[in-house]
């Protein structure tokens, strides 16, 4: 018997991404100590997108904006906006 009802990949769920999260700043800091800049920075994003995913995820957003990080801070609470506002005008 199937169902009609729309199911979550594992990789769509939000304690998920916040432990893959984790393990990229720590797969970052290993390239970064073996100095593959280039590559660190890139899973150093993968780390920030995971996060910001589980958090709009867990504030009842849907799996939709893909790679998009602009898409997913807007999908994010205000209060996490507004922190990332902040940061960015500060920098």
Known sequence: MTSNRATKSVSQKSP???????????????????????LSMYVSGLAVESLMQAIAIRSGASH??????????????QSVTDVVGKQVKTE
């Open 16 to 38: 998920v991404l916040h432990v893959a999260s984790l393990e990229r700043i720590q797969e970052a800091q290993i390239l970064m100590d073996s100095n593959a800049w280039g």
């Open 64 to 77: 939709d904006a893909h790679h998009d990080l602009r898409a997913w801070l807007k999908k994010c609470p």
